[in-house]
T-cell receptor
């Protein structure tokens, strides 16, 4: 089944403790992206990757890092999480025949205390 | 850049028809998407309009007018499960810019 898989789905952590949210897609898509979703602000892009080893900032990149060493994986790294990074995070990918349609993972709900 | 506007909330009755509007301003047009998102879940693709006109897909239809910077999503024969947020979005090669979403509540 074609899908975008995020882990973990839920995470509670404390300020300053480094964490990684993984994202993997099995559709051989070139493009992958991370979004955060906050009430009243909608979905905002954090980082994106056009292909392996090619990443760039989105609209709200501060406090986040990403890497794209393999085509299928695009982890989101919070080196020193802060409470304002408490949010719902989504990974997405696009490519192939339906190249303009982004497909989203199930989401990761992060709480930083 | 992109600017997208859609109503924050709408309410309709089961079995009715509802139209959710979206207006956009964009520096380069590459089509317009509609996504559905149930609370706490992932956005799921509904439609993608590139050319003017109405595209129908079952109970859902989407309309686009490029000259007016306007789109709407039409939902017919509303069901309780249609209660969700509906997101209008415009793409560039680098990203998908979303509106804030329209929260639709379907009442029995």
């Amino acid at each position: 089944e074609a899908q975008v898989t995020q882990n973990p789905r839920y995470l509670i952590t404390v300020t300053g403790k480094k964490l990684t949210v993984t994202c993997s897609q099995n559709m051989n898509h070139e493009y992958m992206s991370w979004y955060r979703q906050d009430p009243g602000l909608g979905l905002r892009q954090i980082y994106y990757s056009m292909n392996v080893e090619v990443t760039d900032k989105g609209d709200v990149p501060e406090g986040y890092k990403v890497s794209r060493k393999e085509k299928r994986n695009f982890p989101l790294i919070l080196e020193s999480p802060s409470p304002n990074q408490t949010s719902l995070y989504f990974c997405a990918s696009k490519g192939g025949v339906a190249k303009n349609i982004q497909y989203f993972g199930a989401g990761t709900r992060l709480s930083v205390l | 850049g992109q600017n997208i506007d859609q109503p924050t909330e709408m309410t309709a009755t089961e079995g009715a028809i509802v139209q959710i509007n979206c207006t956009y301003q964009t520096s380069g047009f590459n089509g317009l998407f509609w996504y559905q998102q149930h609370a706490g879940e992932a956005p799921t693709f509904l439609s993608y309009n590139v050319l003017d006109g109405l595209e129908e897909k079952g109970r859902f239809s989407s309309f686009l007018s490029r000259s007016k910077g306007y789109s709407y999503l039409l939902l017919k024969e509303l069901q309780m499960k249609d209660s969700a947020s509906y997101l209008c979005a415009v793409p560039t090669p680098r990203q998908l810019t979303f509106g804030s979403g329209t929260q639709l509540t379907v009442l029995p």
